[in-house]
């Protein structure tokens, strides 16, 4: 791995980006902090921004307007030092169909001039690629499969992920996570934009979600489930049914009932009251599910979750 920074400065700093293609505006105002050894995740749907603003935190895109700090320099001035140092995964990936999968990993160590060759060997055998094939043999999954061998084995201290998973089968979605928590548990700092919620919120610690181009929230994960309610069910006695829904509604509670089961959509600080009551009554077949990184993010787009 490249030196630590010894520092408490965010690895990735953006403040106040704007990026303008003519009269489009692609990122308006955005700030993105990623912290030293956290996993972060960085979420919006197609054209949100999100994949613009990852080209120009490696420089191949100049911002209109904004600061930009990636490992404390800016890449639109700095672009080959700042890519020296992170590992890069594209969503739709081309490599040189001649190649061979072995001759790329080659080729990209080469041009950062540093590698782990054991790490690439322990990784290539963990996600089953077969190196010794050409390039236009493999699949989507296999391709993908090489630069997420590429950047995992490289001593870099940031990975920069963009939908990372896309064409891997649900085997090789297990073996990229576990990439991902042996990354940060070594102190490397991730940033996975990813559309797969599920992803997100088994891997990362912190989250940012946009929406054309601006950001509508951020922090970490467990602070920001305050945000979303917890789903609650619940069986109470039939004969204080009327009852347990006139003191929920009294706490505020919306309950809805289907054959004598309570659905409850409850607020994070008032769980706790509605619990006590459901246990007060001594009501059967008691749950309650956190909201999840879904909740939070369809809050914003006003999505029905299917």
Not at 112 to 130: N, Q, S
């Amino acid at each position: 791995m490249t030196g630590t920074r010894h520092t408490h400065e965010p690895v990735i700093d953006v403040r106040h980006l704007v990026k303008r293609f003519g009269r489009f505006t692609a990122v308006d105002g955005l700030d993105l902090q990623v912290q030293p050894g956290s996993v972060h995740g960085f979420l919006g749907p197609n054209g949100a921004g999100k994949t613009t603003t990852i080209r120009a935190l490696l420089g191949l895109y100049r911002a209109t307007a904004g600061r930009i700090r990636v490992l404390g320099l800016d890449p639109a001035r700095h672009a080959d030092a700042v890519t020296r140092q992170l590992s890069y995964v594209p969503g739709e990936v081309t490599l040189w169909p001649n190649l061979t999968g072995q001759e790329v990993l080659d080729a990209l160590a080469g041009l950062r001039g540093r590698r782990d060759e054991a790490a690439e060997r322990r990784l290539t055998e963990a996600f089953a690629l077969d190196p010794h094939r050409k390039v236009r043999t493999y699949s989507k999954g296999n391709r993908q499969k090489v630069v997420l061998v590429a950047a995992f084995a490289a001593p870099t201290d940031l990975l920069i992920l963009d939908e990372p998973t896309s064409g891997l089968d649900p085997l090789m979605e297990v073996m990229f996570q576990q990439c991902v928590r042996d990354a940060a548990a070594a102190g490397r700092t991730i940033l996975l934009s990813s559309h797969l919620l599920a992803e997100v919120e088994d891997v990362c610690d912190t989250v940012t979600i946009i929406k054309d181009g601006r950001l509508v929230e951020s922090g970490r994960l467990a602070d920001m489930r305050h945000l979303a309610a917890s789903t609650v069910t619940a069986r109470p006695p039939a004969e204080q049914f009327a009852a347990v829904m006139e003191r929920l509604h009294r706490l505020g509670v919306a309950a809805d009932s289907d054959a004598g089961v309570l659905h409850m959509s409850v607020p994070r600080t008032t769980v706790p009251a509605a619990l006590g009551l459901l246990a007060e009554v001594e009501a059967d077949d008691i749950t309650c599910t956190p909201a999840r990184l879904e909740d939070l993010f369809l809050r914003h787009y006003a999505v029905a979750a299917r």
